[in-house]
């Protein structure tokens, strides 16, 4: 790879420019607008308004068919940053707490050097993704028809990781992320004075048991060779020391690699739900969202990732997927390819992804654009 150390000072530029002005799910207009930019500075052919705000680079090479899509995503967090950064957010609320900003930077500079080198034969698709911190901006390019429009091989997408040292690179076949569902569950009684409980079916009470037996779910109604999480995140009922609310309202999460066991977990939620209304003489009503699959790679192409890590990085194979989710499952899901976690860990330690004290660590800038040209030179070869 011819050398790339000329476009690292402008990509932390920009970079550091995109983390200032954050923008959360379909509001990346900005963002996407300054990308769109420096893609036709370099002569690619741009695609805006896909997936709402999403941007698609297209740069063509010789006379291959073969192609590759390269994934980013833009999207900010409803976070308030509490890093005290000299570019820090300028907005308040909005934060790249996961790295978004990094990842735009480090595609956009694998554009950089791809548009001037032409080291490869056949088409590399840029996909600039909105929306993926819950909100399925992937999904909705997929469902406009992106590989349609923009037909793929493989796709790969890059996403720092603070769990791994700076320098690595890591990934694996079959489940890396896993799927992410929600679930809220409304126990409504009548409601009434604390004096007098006898005479009011107590939602409360009901959500105490509840929340003991949903616990069990996964220790007792999974396998232990399975993999799974259930978290309830909030309990909401009440405003007053003298009332009995009529309803509690309990919220949570699950995360799995395997639909079977999304299967038995909801359908457990739901009978324990029922359950414990009938018992309580409360009404439980349930709501389950299953909004993120689990983020699946493609065995031949997580092989193909790594060989490629090799040539720019300390490549290692990833021994357990994360629990984490992440939207990018969709576009695997009508694509071949897979998901690559790039290490920004510093010696000192980092903030994890979606704490409020999270930066992207610049210095690990330059490899990510690295490992995505070398995906590209790879899958790309020429007389391959």
Known sequence: MTDI????EPLVAFRRDIHAHPELAFSEHRTAGRIAEQLRLLGLEVHEGIGRTGVVGVLRN?????????RADMDALPIDEQTNLPYASRTPGHFHGCGHDGHVAMLLGAAQHLARS???????HFFFQPAEEGHGGAREMVQEGLFDRFPCDRVF?????????????????GPIMGAADKFEIRLEGRGGHAAIPQDTPDAILAAAALVQQLNGIVSRRVAPT???????????GGHTH??????VIISGTVRTFDPQIQDRIEASIRQMAAGVGLAGEVTATVTYDRYYPATINDAEAAQEALEAAATVGDARLAPDPAFTSED????LQACKGAYI?????????????HNPHYDFNDDVLELGVRLHVALVERHLAAGK
């Open 5 to 8: 150390a000329d476009l690292i």
């Open 341 to 353: 976690w790039l290490g920004q860990a510093k010696p000192e330690g980092s903030a994890p992804l």
């Open 242 to 247: 003298n009332v009995i609310p009529e309803a």
């Open 157 to 173: 997408a890059v996403h720092n990781w603070p769990d791994l040292p700076a320098g690595t690179i890591a990934t694996r076949p």
């Open 226 to 236: 399975a993999s799974a999480v259930l978290s309830i995140t909030q309990i909401h």
């Open 118 to 124: 032409r080291t490869f034969d056949g088409t590399v």
């Open 328 to 331: 990018f499952a969709f576009m």
């Open 62 to 70: 010789g006379s291959s068919a073969r192609c590759i899509g390269l």
